[in-house]
């Protein structure tokens, strides 16, 4: 069970601090080297970077999506069947000030100001693909309830 990657993305503009988010998504990810930095400018003019953060280390993205928290993993396995493509990849969006202050917070709608998150769920035959799903989020919640 579990995860087999998950990536996080941000668009930090010239008025934010890039830097700052990059940090902060180092601790969602859980590796400083999984972070990269791609500044470029916008059609308009002003300084972009995009930040993103993977990793296919299957402990490091079920840590990772951990940090999501219990109220957090409790509303995503609640939407599942909103969120999920059909390549099993749960589809959600942060909050980037909460992101910064380690705490976060699912947005709500298409704000501006967002992390995007897409974790990639194992499913393999033996199990019911709604039971491995809901056991991923078990794994998760007793990681969480270990640290």
């Given at each position: 069970?579990?995860?087999?990657?998950?990536?996080?993305?941000?668009?930090?503009?010239?008025?934010?601090?890039?830097?700052?988010?990059?940090?902060?998504?180092?601790?969602?990810?859980?590796?400083?080297?999984?972070?990269?930095?791609?500044?470029?400018?916008?059609?308009?003019?002003?300084?972009?970077?995009?930040?993103?953060?993977?990793?296919?280390?299957?402990?490091?993205?079920?840590?990772?999506?951990?940090?999501?928290?219990?109220?957090?993993?409790?509303?995503?396995?609640?939407?599942?069947?909103?969120?999920?493509?059909?390549?099993?990849?749960?589809?959600?969006?942060?909050?980037?000030?909460?992101?910064?202050?380690g705490?976060?917070?699912?947005?709500?709608?298409?704000?501006?100001?967002?992390?995007?998150?897409?974790?990639?769920?194992?499913?393999?035959?033996?199990?019911?693909?709604?039971?491995?799903?809901?056991?991923?989020?078990?794994?998760a919640?007793e990681?969480?309830?270990?640290?």
């Open positions: 069970m579990g995860l087999h990657h998950i990536t996080w993305r941000a668009t930090a503009s010239a008025l934010s601090n890039a830097d700052v988010l990059a940090e902060a998504m180092s601790w969602l990810i859980g590796d400083e080297e999984a972070v990269e930095l791609d500044r470029s400018t916008s059609y308009h003019g002003p300084e972009l970077t995009l930040i993103s953060a993977s990793t296919a280390n299957k402990r490091k993205a079920l840590q990772s999506f951990t940090k999501l928290g219990q109220a957090n993993l409790e509303l995503l396995q609640k939407e599942m069947v909103l969120r999920m493509d059909e390549h099993h990849v749960l589809h959600f969006r942060l909050t980037i000030d909460s992101v910064v202050e705490k976060p917070k699912l947005a709500i709608g298409s704000a501006a100001g967002t992390v995007k998150g897409q974790a990639k769920f194992e499913v393999y035959s033996g199990l019911t693909e709604e039971e491995q799903l809901r056991n991923t989020f078990i794994e919640r990681l969480l309830e270990g640290n």
